[in-house]
């Protein structure tokens, strides 16, 4: 039989727990709430870029060569990963990490071992871990996520393509993830560098209008593309940011709720062992009387 | 027909509305946007400029850094990086 004081303090305790749990969930939905506005912000921009790269491309005679898009040999890899800073999220920051991994054995194996790679951690869970394994890690930009900024992933952005066209890394895959709802987010990689180019989208050719380019369309191009990239990096980083947000939520709805019944079976055994408590003393005061009266 | 301007930048919209003349810092040449423009897109200077006059106001002025100016159907669309 439980003691009745005992069970008391761990009542006390979950109920505690429960507050902090329940003041994290509320706390993750508001950060939530922030980081899809600002993924909202970024629609006009992005989709206004896209138009005008496309319109560009539909004009063009021909391909242009794109130095950003080059495919060589992948003798080094650069692998980067975006997780959360904190933790008490559920899985996300494993799957992330294992997603990472999973990249990276299989480009070890592909090159036969003799591959380099580095990895990029953007977030610090990310970094533990790596720091961890005997990869080369390149943590300048670690304090991305904290609170995702264009100016800082531009910077990021930019570091990766001048070390892409300088021969530094062949290829930039990024681990993000997708943020679908705040419940579901799915666990990506992404091959950021070389560029992939999606060929034959020229849905639009009816409305073509004849602009007139200055300076030219293959340097409009050139100078559209890095801004596209820079933009599909940001956006990785701020859906990651959004999936955190969303997983910690659930995770910490979760632990309210587990909580409560928790003390569901505590409240239980207390309410047993007090009413024990009570019939003993009963019994001890009437077979006291009864001994008096006897 | 009345001319309308948006700057769009990845982390907000800067400007929308209503424009007599939009004047920006393209690569090859600053160069001024008045009503019934020809359609263009054109690259913008790395540090220059917009500046623009609302009808019946005064000139208002947006630093930029790069970027890209669209006009088609008197609709100018201005995108940049901060």
């Given at each position: 039989m439980p003691n009745l004081k005992e069970v008391r303090v761990r009542i006390g305790s979950v109920i505690s727990t429960q507050q902090i749990t329940k003041a994290m969930k509320m706390v993750s939905a508001s950060k939530l709430r922030r980081a899809q506005t600002s993924i909202q912000q970024l629609r006009p921009y992005t989709r206004k870029l896209s138009a005008v790269i496309d319109n560009l491309n539909a004009s063009l005679e021909g391909e242009i060569e794109l130095p950003l898009a080059t495919d060589r040999q992948v003798q080094h890899l650069a692998v980067v990963v975006v997780t959360s800073d904190k933790g008490l999220c559920g899985g996300f920051n494993a799957n992330l990490i294992k997603t990472a991994r999973k990249i990276i054995q299989n480009f070890q194996k592909q090159s036969g071992g003799k591959g380099m790679c580095t990895v990029i951690p953007v977030g610090k869970k990310?970094?533990?871990?790596?720091?961890?394994?005997?990869l080369r890690i390149d943590t300048r930009f670690v304090g991305l996520i904290q609170r995702p900024s264009f100016d800082q992933s531009a910077t990021l952005g930019?570091?990766?393509?001048?070390?892409?066209?300088?021969?530094?890394?062949?290829?930039?895959?990024?681990?993000?993830?997708?943020?679908?709802?705040?419940?579901?987010?799915?666990?990506?990689?992404?091959?950021?560098?070389?560029?992939?180019?999606?060929?034959?989208?020229?849905?639009?050719?009816?409305?073509?209008?004849?602009?007139?380019?200055?300076?030219?369309?293959?340097?409009?191009?050139?100078?559209?593309?890095?801004?596209?990239?820079?933009?599909?990096?940001?956006?990785?980083?701020?859906?990651?940011?959004?999936?955190?947000?969303?997983?910690?939520?659930t995770s910490m709805d979760k632990a309210t709720e587990n909580a409560g019944e928790l003390l569901k079976g505590l409240k239980l055994q207390y309410n047993r062992a007090r009413q024990a408590a009570i019939t003993t003393e009963i019994t001890e005061i009437v077979g006291g009387a009864a001994a008096l009266v006897g | 027909m009345a001319m309308t301007?948006?700057?769009?930048t990845p982390e907000k919209s800067l400007f929308e509305g209503e424009v007599t003349s939009v004047k920006v810092p393209g690569?090859?040449?600053?160069?001024?946007?008045?009503?019934?423009?020809?359609?263009?897109?054109?690259?913008?200077?790395?540090?220059?400029?917009?500046?623009?006059?609302?009808?019946?106001?005064?000139?208002?002025?947006?630093?930029?850094?790069?970027?890209?100016?669209?006009?088609?159907?008197?609709?100018?669309?201005?995108?940049?990086?901060?």
């Open positions: 990310g970094m533990d871990f790596f720091r961890k394994s005997d930019t570091a990766l393509m001048d070390d892409f066209l300088n021969g530094i890394y062949d290829s930039v895959q990024v681990v993000y993830s997708e943020f679908k709802n705040p419940v579901i987010q799915y666990y990506r990689a992404h091959t950021f560098l070389p560029m992939v180019q999606d060929s034959g989208e020229t849905s639009s050719d009816k409305k073509r209008t004849d602009y007139i380019l200055e300076p030219n369309a293959a340097q409009i191009i050139a100078e559209m593309i890095p801004a596209y990239l820079r933009l599909s990096l940001h956006r990785a980083i701020l859906d990651t940011n959004a999936s955190e947000h969303g997983a910690r939520m | 301007l948006e700057i769009l690569t090859e040449g600053g160069f001024e946007i008045l009503n019934n423009h020809a359609p263009i897109i054109a690259t913008l200077m790395p540090k220059g400029e917009v500046r623009i006059v609302q009808p019946g106001q005064k000139e208002q002025v947006f630093p930029v850094k790069g970027g890209v100016v669209e006009v088609l159907r008197n609709h100018i669309v201005i995108l940049t990086e901060a």
